[in-house]
């Protein structure tokens, strides 16, 4: 039973620049959750995912956005990259937004 | 709001040492729950342990104990007899119901088992 996966496992841009980080759930999980977590901190939660449609959102800009497709996996998109935006980006799943997530081992972002 | 404080940023204890990571939070709603994760070094957060608001039952699993106590709003995690694989940084989250359970988790703290 695969666990969550995200894809890539690294990745280095520049400013300015547009990301996609994608996540495919723990089989059986139909919510998605992706957090924030800068170097010495604690994840912070940027939006959850359930039917396709933003269901949640934590206080970040509209450069960042998501999608989750039919089969549930996810995508998120980060425009205008800045420097602070460099960071692990962690996807967690969840059944029907059930209070356990279980988590990836995250994309880590850095930018230049 | 929510908030989750962790105060220890780093401990470092000898192997078999007991070792107990404190967590604070701050919260309105009645209903809510409280977890552990442990974040080792490859990054992928593993989930230790869930508990409610409703559920103020201690709870012991190997090693592992957790000390819930509404009154002084704490959700202590303590480690038994540690050993080398505990090193990890341990975060300490909550999910409220009426924000849709998204999770605030603590700084994290450092756990480094000495050999």
């Known amino acids: 039973d695969a666990g969550v996966t995200q894809s890539p496992t690294h990745l280095i841009k520049t400013r300015g620049q547009q990301v996609t980080l994608r996540c495919s759930p723990k089989s059986g999980h139909d919510t998605v959750s992706w957090y924030q977590q800068a170097l010495g901190q604690g994840p912070q939660f940027i939006f959850q995912y359930y039917e396709e449609e933003e269901r949640q959102r934590g206080n970040f800009p509209d450069r960042f956005s998501g999608h989750q497709f039919p089969n549930y996996s996810s995508e998120l998109n980060v425009n205008a990259l800045l420097l602070g935006d460099s960071a692990l980006y962690l996807c967690?799943?969840?059944?029907?937004?059930?209070?356990?997530?279980?988590f990836g081992s995250g994309t880590q972002l850095s930018v230049l | 709001a929510q908030k989750v404080t962790q105060a220890q940023t780093e401990i470092s204890v000898v192997e078999k040492e007991d070792v107990t990571l404190d967590c604070v939070y701050e919260?309105?709603?009645?209903?809510?729950?409280l977890f552990w994760y442990k974040q080792p070094p490859s990054g992928e957060l593993v989930f230790l342990i869930r508990r409610n608001s409703f559920d103020e039952q201690n709870e012991i699993s190997g090693r592992y104990s957790w000390n819930f106590q509404k009154s002084t709003s704490s959700f202590n995690f303590t480690i038994t007899a540690s050993q080398v694989v505990d090193s990890a940084v341990y975060f300490c989250?909550?999910?409220?119901?009426?924000?849709?359970?998204?999770?605030?988790f603590g700084t994290g703290t450092s756990l480094t088992v000495i050999p």
């Open positions: 919260t309105r709603d009645t209903t809510y729950y």
């Open positions: 989250a909550l999910s409220a119901f009426r924000e849709g359970n998204q999770f605030y």
């Open positions: 967690a799943s969840s059944f029907g937004g059930e209070e356990k997530l279980f």
